[in-house]
């Protein structure tokens, strides 16, 4: 089973999300997919959204079979405010609650300078990367609110407070999600919790395009000297979800980075 097989041990994640619901978004790959999994075998329902369906509903399949849970998947770009309503609308429609949201989908558009960046190129890295996970995030949270709790994970990134130089439109994205987790906090509390998780480089499939020795470099910014594998997001992820672990756990800002320097 997942757990066992990525951090070892026999049902160690078992129960802890027992019939809940969760909502994933960029939820059919790299760390997307790795939290979707890993909350099937806590016993979790899981709303699998990517803009792709044919991968959301490959990896609903693979849920349902190895974990026996009900996996919704939708299709959804929530750059676009309508399909977050509608996303929302059907998760509702499905499951009547949703327990935990996890804004994680996200892009970082490589651009020749800044001078260059188009007005749509920004304007989709800030509706993926923020205005996505405001909408979903204001339409979800109150209704976790008036329905007596929830958990909100927003993931963000290192770029939100070390930008570089190919990434400032993504970084300034980033940075505004970090904000927004805090003011969620204050507006959905004390009952809906709501935290970031802020990610350093990760090997997911995005990585197989990085240039030679990029990798190499960046092992060498943190001290775990090394970059992050997917399966290692899922730890901090089930920690936020857990109304038990993470009770006390509101507003803040979980580094996941190997300790960037």
């Given at each position: 089973m997942y757990w066992a097989e990525h951090f070892g041990g026999e049902g160690v994640a078992v129960g802890r999300l027992s019939d809940r619901v969760?909502?994933?978004?960029?939820?059919?790959?790299?760390?997307?997919?790795?939290?979707?999994?890993?909350?099937?075998?806590?016993?979790?329902?899981?709303?699998?959204?990517?803009?792709?369906?044919?991968?959301?509903?490959?990896?609903?399949?693979?849920?349902r079979e190895k974990y026996g849970r009900r996996a919704l998947p939708v299709a959804c770009n929530v750059s676009d405010w309508s399909q977050c309503d509608a996303l929302a609308e059907t998760a509702y429609a499905e499951f009547g609650r949703v327990d935990v949201l996890v804004n994680n989908a996200g892009l970082s558009p490589l651009y020749p300078s800044l001078d260059q960046v188009s007005e749509a190129?920004?304007?989709?890295?800030?509706?993926?990367?923020?205005?996505?996970?405001?909408?979903?995030?204001?339409?979800?949270?109150?209704?976790?609110?008036?329905?007596?709790?929830?958990?909100?994970?927003n993931v963000s990134s290192i770029e939100a407070v070390r930008p570089e130089p190919l990434a400032v439109p993504y970084s300034a994205a980033k940075a505004g999600l970090n904000a927004l987790t805090l003011?969620?906090?204050?507006?959905?509390?004390?009952?809906?919790?709501?935290n970031t998780i802020q990610c350093g480089p990760f090997a997911t499939d995005i990585?197989?395009?990085?240039?030679?020795?990029?990798?190499?470099?960046?092992?060498?910014?943190?001290?775990?000297?090394?970059?992050?594998?997917p399966h290692e997001i899922v730890g901090?992820?089930?920690?936020?979800?857990?109304?038990?672990?993470?009770?006390?756990?509101?507003?803040?800002?979980?580094?996941?980075?190997?300790?960037?320097?």
């Amino acid at each position: 089973m997942y757990w066992a097989e990525h951090f070892g041990g026999e049902g160690v994640a078992v129960g802890r999300l027992s019939d809940r619901v969760v909502v994933v978004t960029g939820g059919s790959r790299g760390l997307g997919r790795e939290m979707v999994l890993a909350f099937a075998e806590a016993g979790a329902d899981v709303v699998i959204a990517s803009r792709k369906i044919d991968s959301c509903v490959a990896l609903a399949e693979e849920v349902r079979e190895k974990y026996g849970r009900r996996a919704l998947p939708v299709a959804c770009n929530v750059s676009d405010w309508s399909q977050c309503d509608a996303l929302a609308e059907t998760a509702y429609a499905e499951f009547g609650r949703v327990d935990v949201l996890v804004n994680n989908a996200g892009l970082s558009p490589l651009y020749p300078s800044l001078d260059q960046v188009s007005e749509a190129l920004f304007d989709k890295v800030i509706g993926v990367n923020l205005k996505g996970p405001f909408r979903l995030s204001a339409l979800i949270g109150a209704r976790m609110k008036e329905a007596g709790g929830g958990s909100i994970i927003n993931v963000s990134s290192i770029e939100a407070v070390r930008p570089e130089p190919l990434a400032v439109p993504y970084s300034a994205a980033k940075a505004g999600l970090n904000a927004l987790t805090l003011g969620l906090a204050q507006t959905y509390g004390p009952s809906v919790r709501v935290n970031t998780i802020q990610c350093g480089p990760f090997a997911t499939d995005i990585s197989a395009a990085w240039p030679d020795g990029l990798r190499e470099e960046l092992s060498k910014h943190n001290a775990a000297a090394r970059v992050g594998e997917p399966h290692e997001i899922v730890g901090a992820a089930l920690f936020l979800a857990d109304p038990s672990a993470s009770a006390f756990c509101s507003a803040a800002t979980l580094a996941l980075d190997g300790g960037w320097r």
